[in-house]
């Protein structure tokens, strides 16, 4: 995957956020479009990878919220991209070959 070839290194204390961050993003509720993580579930997530002080949570929050709006960004782009795409092709003019005939057989009179 060529994203993944290209993706940054990520610094050993930003680990957790990623990982904070791909636990709730599999839970994430909606059933069409995608909606943002809801704060109840990155604080729950915060007890979970027990980040206990305020400014801890603060960080968790704030860094799973920023990567969720940027998830978020990305899914829209894609799913207006591909309308966009299917729209163009809904309204693309069909082709009008016309078709040859079937080459006919000539019946030996042997």
Known sequence: MPALVNRPELLPDLTMYM???GTLARSRPGEGA???????D???VCDLFRVRTVQ???NMVHAVQTIDAEALLI???KAEAEAA???KERKAP???ERRKPPPVEEEDDA
């Open 19 to 21: 990982e904070a961050y």
């Open 42 to 44: 990155i604080v729950a």
């Open 56 to 58: 801890g949570r603060l």
């Open 85 to 87: 795409k299917l729209e």
């Open 34 to 40: 995608p909606e943002r993580i809801p704060f109840r």
């Open 75 to 77: 899914a829209k782009e």
């Open 94 to 96: 069909k082709s009008r």
